[in-house]
């Protein structure tokens, strides 16, 4: 097990801020105006950027987010919340006179159902991303870019983005998260700007099916993806997570066994122990898939995307508990 070595990277995270509203228990809905009775509901950070960001900053990552909410009560939920667990919220602006955005979330102990009001969540853009690098001071850090299909205006201009990153010595991370129309297009071009590309197995499918790499085993479909560009970083649920990268061998990282209160971002916070274990140098494939298949798992033992989110010292335990 690696601890890391060395000065840590600094972490930017561009994507998306919003609340999440966590129902839990009979969460099935039977229009008719029936009222049913939950377990429990809980207002909690939300959006895979944030929830990143959140995860990176609680294992030690410098973390900074670009992202956008509305001047509303679900804006400053969402401002108070970043800064609670320490992302560096300067470069997430306040829209005067919009909405910030806000999923509801039906929580069943083995799967879940989204419900998403976008509002300020699409604001982002290209321009305003290739900006940010461009004042970066300091060593080149980790761009990671979430929720693609969210924002539009960011994902025509990804691939320049990502190339501005790269020309500056950045490492490139890319969660697209579901596409809810069901199309993944645009992909086809930012691929080859990538380090890293971090879908679930669902996510692996689908995007390569659009790319027309289709009727083979997921592990292939990862490596002809990754022959575009990037690592492949497939999230496994409970099984953990696994990589490849063009014909090397496929590494693996087993998750642990939790008793799971709430699977909501436990996607984002295997990101996020990724991430981490990349900023703090940790060197060994197989250590940086321990390091994200435990940051998720640990997650979902609390309500909500954040609440469960380990600190450095408690994911360094588990490894080796």
Not at 28 to 52: H, K, N
Not at 128 to 151: C, K, M, N, P
Not at 200 to 209: C, H, T, V, W
Request: glycine fraction near 12%.
């Amino acid at each position: 097990m690696s601890a890391g070595t060395g000065a840590v990277r600094r972490l930017l995270v561009i994507g998306d801020a919003n609340a999440d509203l966590v129902l839990r228990g009979d969460v099935v809905p039977r229009f008719g105006q029936a009222e049913q009775i939950l377990d429990a509901a809980d207002l909690v950070l939300g959006g895979s950027a944030s929830i990143v960001a959140c995860g990176a900053a609680r294992l030690d990552v410098p973390t900074s987010l670009l992202a956008r909410v509305g001047d509303d009560a679900f804006g400053a939920f969402v401002l108070d919340a970043l800064r609670e667990r320490g992302v560096d919220t300067a470069d997430v602006r306040v829209r005067a006179e919009a909405a910030t955005g806000l999923s509801v979330i039906l929580s069943a102990p083995e799967d879940r159902s989204i419900l998403t009001a976008l509002g300020t969540i699409p604001d982002l853009s290209a321009e305003d991303a290739i900006e940010r690098i461009r004042r970066w001071r300091g060593t080149a850090g980790i761009l990671h870019v979430a929720s693609y299909f969210l924002q539009p205006a960011l994902a025509a201009g990804l691939p320049a983005v990502l190339a501005e990153a790269r020309e500056r010595g950045w490492t490139t991370s890319l969660d697209t998260n579901w596409d809810p129309a069901e199309r993944w297009l645009g992909l086809a071009e930012a691929l080859p700007h990538l380090d890293l590309l971090l879908p679930n197995r669902s996510e692996l499918r689908a995007i390569a099916g659009a790319l027309g790499v289709t009727d083979a085993p997921d592990e292939e479909l990862a490596r002809a993806l990754s022959r575009r560009g990037p690592r492949v970083v497939v999230k496994d649920g409970a099984r953990g997570g696994w990589s490849v990268r063009g014909e090397d061998a496929v590494e693996r990282g087993p998750g642990r066994r939790v008793d799971v209160v709430d699977t909501t971002g436990a996607g984002d916070s295997f990101d996020a122990g990724y991430l981490a274990a990349l900023a703090h140098g940790v060197g060994a494939e197989r250590e940086r898939l321990r390091w994200a298949a435990v940051a998720g798992s640990l997650s979902t033992t609390r309500s909500g995307g954040t609440a469960g989110q380990a600190t450095r010292g408690e994911l360094l335990a588990a490894l080796t508990g």
